[in-house]
């Protein structure tokens, strides 16, 4: 069994930062592909960032040049650094990974951008 623990979500002024955090446990053998998807109310679920194993990295076009995604290898962990917060980036984020065994979602953090 994989779990993936989410955090740093939050309440946010416009302009403001947060950081988000994905770590995945359990039975992984492998961690390939990590990302960050979001889903705003009454949205589907979109991409935001993914990263492979080996660092190159995506963005959506809305987030490119305020958001950063990073991992940690060693601990199976997945970084979103969110910077120049705007309110349409209110949602809820979901982390996913790839591994040997198969994909795997986060249960969401939610991040609201308002003054």
């Known amino acids: 069994q994989v779990q993936l623990v989410e955090s740093g979500g939050g309440l946010v002024q416009p302009g403001g930062s947060l950081r988000l955090s994905c770590a995945a446990s359990g039975s992984i053998f492998s961690v390939n592909d990590m990302g960050w998807h979001r889903q705003a109310p009454g949205k589907e679920r979109e991409l935001v960032a993914g990263?492979?194993?080996?660092?190159?990295?995506n963005y959506a076009d809305s987030v490119k040049g305020r958001f950063t995604i990073s991992r940690d290898n060693a601990k199976n962990t997945v970084y979103l650094q969110m910077n120049s917060l705007k309110p349409e980036d209110t949602a809820v984020y979901y982390c996913?990974?790839?591994?040997?065994?198969?994909?795997?979602w986060g249960k969401g953090t939610l991040v609201t951008v308002s003054s």
């Open positions: 990263i492979t194993r080996g660092g190159r990295t």
């Open positions: 996913k990974i790839y591994s040997a065994y198969g994909m795997y």
